[in-house]
Each structure stands twice: as C-alpha cells, then as structure tokens.
C-alpha cells in the first residue's frame, strides 16, 4: 500500500464517530425527547434540516412548543428616557462625546445613553433596548432533524488520531526508505517528525470536523 493511500485511510478515522444522534426510540416518551432538545439547543446555534432537506442555522438556539419549534432572537428598540440629575452615580462619557456616555444609577442601573441633554435638574437621553422575542420555524411533520456541531470536543479525539497517523506514516515511510537503501540510519528523524505534528494537524482537523449532536424528527 502505498504511504499516500495509507494516510487517506487513516484520516477517514477523524470522521468516524464524530457525531451523536439523539432518536425518540431513545427516550421514555416523546416528551422527554422534546424536554431534552429544549434544555441542550436553547443557546446554541444550530443547524436546522427540513423534511425536503433544505437547511438553515439559527443562532441562540431553538424550542420546542405545541408541536411547532421556534427560534429565538434578539430586537432593538431604541427608547428614551429621562431621570432626575441626583439619582445618578457616575456619567462615563465616551471618546470626550458629550452626547454618549455611559450612566450608572444609585439603583445599580447603567444605561449606555446617547443624545444626552441636561435640562434643569433632569437628565434626557435614548438608550437602545434589547428584547428578546420567539420566531417560529416550522410544524415539527416538516422537520427533518436538528444538529448541534462542538468544534472544541474535536480536539482531543483528532489529537490522538493524528499521534497514531503520524507516527504509523513515520515508521512505514523510515522502513520504506531504508528498504531501498539497505540500511535503517534513517529511521527515527521520521518518526518524531510525524509524532510530532501529527497531533498538531490532527487537532486542527478534529476541530474542523468537531463532535456533532443530532436530534432526529423525521429521517
């Protein structure tokens, strides 16, 4: 075989196994499969297979709810406000702008406040407010399956399979060289060449690749 073809083979090995699928055969109930999707997507991104295998990703997770799942997302809502002057602590402004600073309250309150206006003894500003709001995506019967990729969890199963693909293709190269020239003075530099960066280009690789959690509603 030659040392190509070898290392190919070995590095299908990164692809095996990296990957966890979660069925309803799995769970007590279909409910408890529904109740274990919802605690481990809520915050992740994650990406989203219909029944006619089009797929998108939905960042900060998702929920399952009445049959139907839903994504979560963010709005931004810009509101104004006014507060008396000497219910404030401290006014942070930014890059010497007075009209964007930063207002921390005796109530422990901070606001990162733009337009400021200071008239009599109040405080005028708007201040950019984040709400949380729930999209739905799709009726769970179109739903194909949902995926979830950790690319750091690919690093200690690439680093050792790269330590076993280095050095395997360093004692086959050292023995194949040797053969040729009669002799075996050649055969440890190759060796700690591939232990060394094997784990190095197999780390990368696992972390390519990662671990993959999939939640199967319809395969």
């Not at 963010?74 to 702008?97: A, G, L």
Request: charged fraction near 20%.
């Amino acid at each position: 075989m030659k040392i190509f073809d070898l290392l190919i083979l070995l590095l299908s090995l990164l692809v095996i196994g990296c990957s966890t699928t979660y069925r309803v055969s799995d769970f007590a109930s279909r409910d408890k499969f529904y109740d274990d999707f919802n605690k481990f997507v809520r915050d992740k991104s994650v990406k989203v297979t219909l029944v006619n295998d089009s797929s998108f990703y939905v960042e900060n997770g998702a929920q399952i709810k009445n049959d139907t799942i839903y994504s979560f997302g963010q709005e931004i809502i810009i509101r104004n406000k006014k507060i008396p002057s000497s219910d404030t602590v401290e006014i942070n402004y930014t890059n010497s702008n007075p009209m964007s600073a930063e207002i921390l309250l005796k109530n422990g309150n901070k606001y990162q406040a733009n337009q400021i206006k200071f008239i009599a003894d109040s405080i005028y500003f708007s201040y950019n407010d984040k709400i949380g709001t729930i999209n739905k995506i799709s009726s769970l019967d179109k739903l194909k399956c949902i995926s979830y990729r950790n690319h750091w969890l690919g690093i200690p199963f690439g680093f050792l399979d790269g330590l076993v693909i280095g050095t395997g293709a360093g004692i086959i190269y050292s023995k194949s060289m040797s053969d040729q020239a009669g002799k075996d003075t050649d055969l440890l530099a190759p060796i700690i060449i591939g232990t060394t960066f094997g784990p190095i280009v197999g780390s990368v690789f696992g972390w390519i690749i990662g671990w993959s959690y999939t939640y199967e509603f319809n395969p």
